[in-house]
């Protein structure tokens, strides 16, 4: 069984699903720390001037080492009504906005109170639209002690999988030693991202899946597989 381990991200790139397709099961990684300026509360769409990003504001004061499953939202900013404008205003024309932009607003207009729960939320509702049905668990549900290389062979032997799909830059910091010394095999992930028809204009990478879906549907799974690669370790 071949497994990804991926932080609950919010509104993922396309790279993010590439990972998914790959695997028969996905962890996400909700029990490590939270990054400020990262991809977890923040994400790229594409504008009529170019990008700009969307943003779900978090409690981050005298919280520096908190994990990402225990983030607060802000919620006494207005950012559901700015993103959902943000949306609306620059995707409302896309081809795929009727068939799925009021629900993606309906979610979310959802209370949250956690990040992970609305990332969670906006993963599998792409998921779902999609058609990328995979298990998953949270790895705080999987009772882990151990950090780093250490954390992911942890969660490997938990979930009882032999093969585990890591994204590219986990060459900088996985001991594949103790991999080996384990009996798992890593897959390195080697996206190449594909450039696809944006209605705005001419083409920019890097960004969220709404972006992808918004405009092609269900066909962004294909386009997504023509870059789904692996190298084996």
């Not at 599998?124 to 950090?147: E, G, H, P, R, V």
Request: a positive charge; hydrophobic letters at 35%.
């Amino acid at each position: 069984m071949i497994i990804s381990i991926q932080q609950p991200e919010y509104f993922p790139w396309l790279g993010y699903f590439d990972k998914l397709l790959s695997v028969d099961k996905v962890v996400f990684l909700d029990n490590v720390q939270f990054k400020k300026r990262y991809f977890e509360n923040r994400n790229k769409i594409r504008t009529y001037q170019g990008w700009t990003w969307i943003v779900t504001p978090v409690l981050t004061k005298g919280r520096f080492k908190q994990k990402i499953m225990d983030v607060e939202i802000d919620n006494s900013q207005t950012w559901q009504k700015k993103i959902i404008s943000t949306l609306t205003l620059n995707y409302k024309k896309s081809p795929y906005w009727k068939k799925s932009g009021e629900k993606l607003c309906e979610l979310i207009s959802k209370p949250y109170t956690r990040l992970v729960d609305l990332n969670l939320s906006i993963i599998l509702f792409f998921m779902d639209k999609l058609n990328i049905q995979k298990d998953y668990c949270l790895a705080s549900t999987l009772d882990t002690k151990d950090s780093s290389s250490q954390l992911i062979i942890e969660i490997c032997q938990k979930m009882n999988a032999k093969i585990y799909f890591s994204g590219k830059d986990g060459k900088q910091y996985l001991d594949e030693k103790e991999f080996i010394n384990n009996d798992i095999k890593i897959i390195y992930q080697n996206f190449k991202h594909p450039e696809y028809i944006q209605f705005h204009g001419n083409f920019i990478p890097n960004m969220s899946i709404v972006d992808l879906y918004f405009n092609h549907g269900i066909k962004g799974v294909d386009i997504i597989k023509e870059n789904n690669s692996k190298v084996f370790h």
